[in-house]
Nanobody, 120 residues
Framework: QVQLVESGGGLVQPGGSLELSCAAS????????MAWYRQVPGDRREIIAR???????NYSDSVKGRFTISRDKTKNTVNLQMTSLKPEDTAIYYC??????????????WGQGTQVTVSS
């Protein structure tokens, strides 16, 4: 099992910045990718940023140019730097890990989520 703990959510004014962090721990064998999702109550969870073990990065169109994902392999952490925040960025943000065990089985793990509210 892999545990994920997110931190850094909160209330920020439109145009402001916020950084989210996610730390993975537990029985880590091989992390294939780490990602950030977000979800507004009543809507489906959407992926907004993903970084693979090889360093390939993808962003959703809704955050491209404003958000930056980064990963520290030595600490098994992934960060999401969010700038130029808009009210429509308000959501619960989830950390996600794509992990392979020693037998080659692949699993996804999720953090508990952290609330980000963009409001004046």
């Amino acid at each position: 099992q892999v545990q994920l703990v997110e931190s850094g959510g909160g209330l920020v004014q439109p145009g402001g910045s916020l950084e989210l962090s996610c730390a993975a721990s537990g029985s880590i064998f091989s992390i294939n990718a780490m990602a950030w999702y977000r979800q507004v109550p009543g809507d489906r969870r959407e992926i907004i940023a993903r970084i693979t073990d090889g360093g390939r990065i993808n962003y959703s169109d809704s955050v491209k140019g404003r958000f930056t994902i980064s990963r520290d392999k030595t600490k098994n952490t992934v960060n999401l730097q969010m700038t130029s925040l808009k009210p429509e960025d308000t959501a619960i943000y989830y950390c996600n890990v794509d992990h392979s065990d020693a037998q080659g089985w692949t699993y996804e793990f999720w953090g508990q989520g952290t609330q980000v509210t963009v409001s004046s």
